[in-house]
RNA sequence: UGGGGCGUAGCCAAGUGGUAAGGCAGCGGAUUUUGAUUCCGCCAUGCGGAGGUUCGAAUCCUCCCGCCCCAGCCA
């Protein structure tokens, strides 16, 4: 392949950007427009940072522009919070809608205007019906609809009317505009859709200035023709839409007509992208909030300490299709990995202590090692790590009885503590249950710093802390909230995991760890990725777990028993 | 049984008539003071199935099968 080809690919390639590309090399558009949609009734999840990188992305990859539009027609869902917390979450994903910022209650009025045109053009009228009834008259998959009795009305009645819901005089759900298309469509989106409703209720922008609410179809399209948007971009359920989409672009005097093109939207194993179920987690109190740091939000990952990058090289990984799908979650994992990997400075935590006494080495003696703050990084430094009499060790790191393959400290076996010494394991301490409590361990002094100078090896190199010098924090790890590859959004009760929190309170951390400061990615070593979460004080020091470093111990281990 | 889509490896996904990219996962091996990282190698005689067209088919045609979406005054 050659370097033209590579760079292409890494472009990101799919058939939107096919589209795009052609569109610009046929002089079909000059410079292209995309819009990124969000209702402001929730707080964004990864499958919203697939549509954000998308548009945003190919505005920067084609040197267009997108918008930040909030599609806020429906005011009994959505608030002013979410608003804040959206604009947030795309600037943290690192893009930048610099003065597009728009609402498609900016355009009320001259939505409010295009609906009198469809009524005066006899292609909108008012209907009386109950939901029930329109229900009803709707038909079903397999047979016709059948017309309201109220779809002859004049234009002069439809508009009288159609005003007077705007004033005020009617309440909630006693009329409807609807377009007047064609109720025995095989698309039931053509049967005669609702174009606006009555709904008494505060709004967060445009408070109590209105009392009729277009629906989603009357505001989009015409909000996207207003601003320009040359692609409008959406997943794969507004398929079919886009007839009546085209059908009111084509019946109103819009100053452009964009069109729709439609992708697979974002399916992530052992966990759900639903908004209705994400609210459902937050309410029912299964999590601590939109950013529980289990949560599939942008901010729940964020507060778990996924860079944005990672999530960006994430989205460009896994494409962008038409086909449905449910990405492995070990894909997010690699990306995460992938960046901290690179980023993230080294430090040792032992997460389950387990006392270490060395005998021969001097009482009350002080001493440092000097340890690497990234093993590829000669520019990230060194560090100071104080090392005693008396440690903390991994309690996994023993086994008093080690199976063929278990490398590290066994009763009489030489282990490396990292940076510091070689150390053989003497004795093994219980207490009356028979639970392994210390371990009494003698150190060659000829092996400081980490090397034998006889050049004898040992086969495993274990992190440590000091007893008196480190200090005791609290470590969250996280696991799926689901305990299914492929949880059921309908009942999402019952594949709840009851395990998705595990909380380590003893744990002990080096010194270069007290001052770690929130969002701040380290690398425990041995164990993972962490972040010191919020809730830290000065007093507690709390550190949640991005994600597990590759275990392939684990794997043998498990295999083994 | 209506309308709209989609089926390429365990999971994503390129491919648009010239003989199946890439990534994740997995499996071997090398290096390693993280059982990490890094590096090397392996992993679809096959593209939902059956026919057909063609010198040649994942790509074109026919029929069949499977999955997803639509019957909100949600988006």
Do not use: A, Q, S
């Given at each position: 392949m050659t370097i033209a080809e590579t760079t292409v690919r890494e472009t990101g390639q799919d058939f939107i950007r096919d589209i795009v590309r052609a569109d610009l090399a046929s002089g079909r558009h000059k410079t292209i427009v995309t819009r990124f949609p969000p209702e402001p009734n929730g707080y964004l999840h990864i499958g919203h940072a697939k549509s954000i990188c998308l548009n945003f992305g190919i505005a920067e990859e084609f040197g267009g522009r997108c918008h930040l539009r909030f599609?806020?027609?429906?005011?009994?869902?959505?608030e002013q919070e979410y608003i804040e917390a959206i604009k947030q979450d795309v600037r943290w994903l690192g893009f930048d809608w610099g003065e597009h910022l728009y609402h498609a209650s900016d355009y009320f009025e001259q939505l409010y205007a295009w609906a009198e045109h469809l009524i005066r053009a006899g292609k909108a009228y008012v209907d009386d019906q109950t939901q029930e009834e329109m229900r009803a008259t709707r038909g079903t998959l397999t047979e016709a609809g059948t017309e309201s009795p109220y779809r002859r009305r004049s234009v002069a009645e439809n508009l009288d009317l159609f005003r007077r819901m705007r004033a005020g005089e009617f309440p909630n759900g006693a009329r409807v505009l609807r377009a007047k298309i064609d109720m025995a469509s095989g698309n039931i989106n053509l049967r005669d859709p609702v174009l606006y409703r009555i709904l008494h209720a505060e709004h967060p922008r445009t408070g109590r200035a209105w009392c009729i609410y277009p629906s989603y179809d009357f505001a989009h399209g015409q909000s996207d023709a207003i601003e320009g948007i040359t692609h409008s971009i959406c997943t794969l359920e507004f398929e079919d839409h886009r007839p009546l989409y085209d059908w009111l672009l084509d019946s109103l005097p819009v100053p452009s007509h964009p069109h729709q093109y439609e992708f697979a939207r974002l399916n992530l194993t052992y966990t759900v992208l639903s908004k209705r179920v994400l609210t459902e987690l937050v309410r029912g109190g299964?999590?601590?909030?939109?950013?529980?740091?289990?949560?599939?939000?942008l901010a729940g990952l964020r507060r778990r300490g996924v860079p944005p990058t990672a999530i960006r090289d994430f989205v460009k990984r896994i494409g962008v299709a038409k086909a449905n799908s449910i990405v492995d979650m070990a894909m997010l994992e690699f990306s995460i990995r992938e960046h901290l990997n690179k980023t993230a400075r080294r430090r040792m935590a032992v997460l389950r202590p387990l006392k270490v006494v060395i005998e021969n080495y001097p009482e009350g003696a002080n001493e440092e090692v000097e340890a690497l703050n990234h093993p590829d990084d000669p520019a990230a430094g060194t560090r100071r790590v104080p090392f005693g009499r008396e440690l903390f060790i991994e309690h996994d790191d023993f086994l008093e009885n080690p199976p063929k393959k278990f490398f590290r400290l066994a009763p009489g076996r030489e282990v490396r503590l990292r940076y510091a010494y070689f150390i053989t394991c003497r004795e093994v301490i219980k207490n009356s249950a028979g639970e392994v409590t210390e371990l009494r361990c003698s150190y060659d002094p000829a092996t400081k710093g980490g090397n034998a100078p006889d050049g004898r090896k040992v086969q495993a190199t274990l992190h440590w802390v000091s007893a008196k010098d480190s200090r005791p924090a609290e470590v969250r790890l996280y696991n799926p909230l689901f305990t299914r590859p492929d949880p059921n959004a309908g009942s999402f009760a019952a594949d709840l995991n009851s395990n998705s929190l595990e909380v380590l309170v003893a744990v002990r951390v080096e010194p270069a760890l007290f001052n770690a400061r929130a969002g701040e990615a380290v690398q425990f070593e041995r164990q993972g990725y962490f972040c010191r979460d919020s809730d830290s004080t000065p007093e507690r020091l709390v550190f949640n777990r991005t994600v597990g470093l590759r275990d392939t111990w684990a794997k043998v281990g498990k295999s083994n028993t």
């Open positions: 599609d806020d027609t429906n005011p009994i869902k959505e299964h999590v601590t909030g939109w950013d529980d740091p289990r949560m599939p939000t």
